[in-house]
């Protein structure tokens, strides 16, 4: 395994985590997430905001667990990016936000860069 | 044993560790349930399982008392003219426990305000674990 392979398991595995982390939390301990569903997405969606937590944490989980795994890797990485960008832009120019953008930059290098090898 | 098996695996492992911490975080963080407060008719309980000595009163809650939950076990803290339970949310703020944990006992006013003042969400969130108003 060549250092850059090193690195972008490394990368993987670690953005995984950190969205698995959160996907599970939601699913666990859903109550502790509702205040953070912004109103335009209840409204958008109409649905409580309870079942969006719910639904984020499932695909949260369910895209951080294709990252772990190395499958199709560039395009959860994109779907991901992109829902971390959104994320991003709804919290704004705060700590938490910063923090989030510097997430959705790695998200984002990870759909371009991929798993690393010829099969992503 | 070839790449995307050796992939899939530790992928699945690396599932399985994530779902475990948040499970084991949430079981540890579960609140004990209080039983029968000894002082049935003036005594409470807060959201995160800390029994109150007596009820609010209806003119507030004293800075002493605020004052006297300064711990991870139980914390309290006034923000903007009410005090809040923070006890349940340390492990769950987004930002660190520290930044909950440095309000507890205190007026979290200036703090909360300078990381979140304005901001909807945060607001919502605190409501949540409001205990009363302050004493002036």
């Known amino acids: 395994m060549s250092r850059t392979q090193a690195g972008l398991l490394v990368l993987?595995?670690?953005l995984a985590s950190?969205?698995?982390w959160f996907g599970f939390s939601q699913l666990l301990d859903g109550i502790n997430w509702v205040?953070?569903?912004?109103?335009?997405?209840?409204?958008?969606?109409?649905l409580p905001p309870a079942f969006i937590v719910l639904g984020n944490g499932l695909f949260e989980v369910v895209f951080g667990a294709l990252?772990?795994?190395?499958?199709?890797?560039?395009?959860?990485?994109?779907?991901?990016?992109?829902?971390?960008?959104?994320?991003?832009f709804d919290i704004g120019l705060t700590a938490i936000g910063v923090r989030d953008f510097g997430l959705t930059l790695a998200t984002f290098a990870l759909a371009l860069l991929g798993k690393g090898d010829q099969s992503t | 044993?070839?790449?995307?098996?050796?992939?899939?695996?530790?992928?699945?492992?690396?599932?399985?560790?994530?779902?475990?911490?948040?499970?084991?975080?949430?079981?540890?963080?579960?609140?004990?349930?209080?039983g029968t407060p000894s002082t049935a008719e003036n005594a409470a309980t807060t959201t995160a399982g800390t029994e109150l000595t007596s009820l609010p009163p209806a003119s507030g809650i004293a800075s002493t008392e605020v004052a006297a939950h300064n711990s991870r076990e139980t914390c309290w803290s006034t923000i903007n003219g009410n005090v809040y339970d923070l006890t349940s949310w340390i492990p769950q703020h987004p930002g660190g426990e520290q930044a909950i944990l440095q309000l507890c006992g205190t007026d979290g006013s200036a703090k909360f305000n300078g990381q979140h003042g304005g901001a909807p969400k945060q607001a919502a969130i605190l409501i949540g674990f409001k205990l009363g108003v302050a004493a002036q």
């Open chain 1, 12 to 14: 993987r595995l670690g």
């Open chain 1, 35 to 46: 205040g953070w569903v912004p109103a335009w997405a209840v409204a958008l969606l109409h």
């Open chain 2, 1 to 34: 044993m070839n790449n995307t098996t050796t992939s899939i695996i530790i992928g699945i492992l690396v599932v399985a560790l994530a779902g475990g911490l948040v499970f084991w975080q949430k079981s540890a963080d579960a609140p004990v349930p209080a």
């Open chain 1, 67 to 88: 990252l772990a795994m190395g499958l199709w890797t560039r395009f959860a990485a994109l779907v991901l990016a992109l829902h971390l960008a959104l994320i991003t």
């Open chain 1, 18 to 20: 950190v969205f698995l």
